[in-house]
């Protein structure tokens, strides 16, 4: 069965540019999660979708959205690019079970660069 | 606010030794604990993930133990090796968010 996949892996930006990032999930997962990581802040909860439904958000500016799509592929947007946006930006997918948190699995990355 | 510790933040070791990482979380209102390992530039591997329910986890040289009333979890590796040297990454979870520590750095020498 194939991993979490993201695409693409790597990303060159300017400041002020926006961004789209991809995540395909495991088959038959329907829970899809993005992380930022940074050497400062370390991993931070961006957002978490089900069913094309935003259930969880974290801390982020408005400027960072998602979408989830009905096979469960899910993108990310970051408009108006900053400097400290750059980061790597982790993508996870889980097999919902109701009313359990279950095992998550992670993509390998998307780093994203703004210059 | 769950807030989560690990230590140490680094570790230096020779190979075959067994080693402890420790994980320390705030709110005990969780549902359960993975474990992860992350390698340079790379995404998470999921190592271990423990119901609440549980207290240890195991998958060969590996086990995990998890104390929701104390907010502990530690992860024992046993007769390291030079490919167990990576970051290593505790995250309670709470619906389906995970909260992370900021690892701890694991150096095997040969």
């Known amino acids: 069965k194939a991993g979490v996949t993201q695409t693409p892996r790597y990303l060159i930006k300017t400041r002020g540019q926006q961004v789209t990032l991809s995540c395909s999930p495991i088959s038959g997962h329907r829970s899809v999660s993005w992380y930022q990581q940074t050497p400062g802040q370390g991993l931070q909860f961006l957002f978490e979708y089900f069913s094309e439904t935003q259930r969880n958000k974290g801390n982020f500016p408005g400027r960072f959205s998602g979408r989830q799509f009905s096979n469960s592929r899910s993108e990310m947007n970051v408009s108006t690019l900053e400097l400290g946006d750059s980061a790597l930006y982790l993508c996870?997918?889980?097999?919902?079970?109701?009313?359990?948190?279950?095992?998550?699995?992670f993509g390998p990355g998307t780093r994203l660069t703004v210059t | 606010k769950q807030e989560v510790t690990q230590i140490p933040a680094a570790l230096s070791v020779p190979e075959g030794e067994n080693l402890v990482l420790n994980c320390s979380f705030t709110d005990s209102a969780i549902y359960n604990l993975q474990w992860f390992r992350q390698d340079p530039g790379k995404g998470l591997t999921s190592l271990l993930l423990?119901?609440?329910?549980?207290r240890e986890q195991t998958s060969g040289r590996l086990n995990a133990s998890l104390d929701k009333s104390s907010g502990r979890s530690t992860l024992y590796i046993a007769a390291s090796q030079p490919g167990d040297s990576a970051t290593y990454l505790c995250a309670p979870i709470r619906g389906q968010k995970l909260v992370f520590g900021q690892g701890t750095r694991l150096t095997i020498n040969p």
């Open positions: 996870a997918s889980s097999l919902e079970a109701s009313g359990a948190a279950v095992e998550q699995y």
């Open positions: 423990i119901q609440s329910s549980q």
